[in-house]
């Protein structure tokens, strides 16, 4: 059976991004009242992908959710980590949503700051748009190119049975690139 909670969580976060799009030289601090229900919304996430997620084949995985030191980053994200990755350097699932709050794009991915040389999908190229966009402001953040199998969900989210099973299928993904 599927959880509405995994799709409460993914519409919380679309909809606070919708109220708070991504704008250039228009930072969002952490400390600000309003970033709380983010915060709350990421870490119930975190939560509840580490309860559904807690292993995979006996190989226990971590859940790292964005944070932000002073600014909220534009790309809101959750990773799962097979053992020894990190979101910096590493393969693993990601969860990354929308720029403007439109949903979030889901996958196997490889670490932008630290490349794998992993075969992954060119989902942009220029300045063009796309229907999800999870690139951010740096070159150090821009991921909408590190996806080896990218699949958009959409907001509102309805349903979570297919989300489920392609975040299931990511992971497999990511260990069978590991040979774990």
Known sequence: MYSTELTN???????FRQLHPVQKNML?????PEMISIGDALNRLKIHLQQQYQEINNIPLTIKVS???????NVLYACILP???LVRNGIYTALCFDVLGRGA???CVESKVTSKGLTTVQRKNGHG???IDVDGGS????YNNVFVNPKEFYYPLNNSEILDKHIHESIKVSLALLNV
């Open 129 to 131: 748009l796309l229907s």
């Open 139 to 142: 070159q150090r953040t821009k």
């Open 105 to 107: 794009l889901i996958g």
């Open 83 to 85: 053992p020894g990755q």
């Open 9 to 15: 969580y993914f519409n919380a976060i679309c909809e």
């Open 28 to 32: 969002l601090r952490t400390n600000d």
């Open 67 to 73: 944070r932000g030191i002073v600014n909220l980053p």
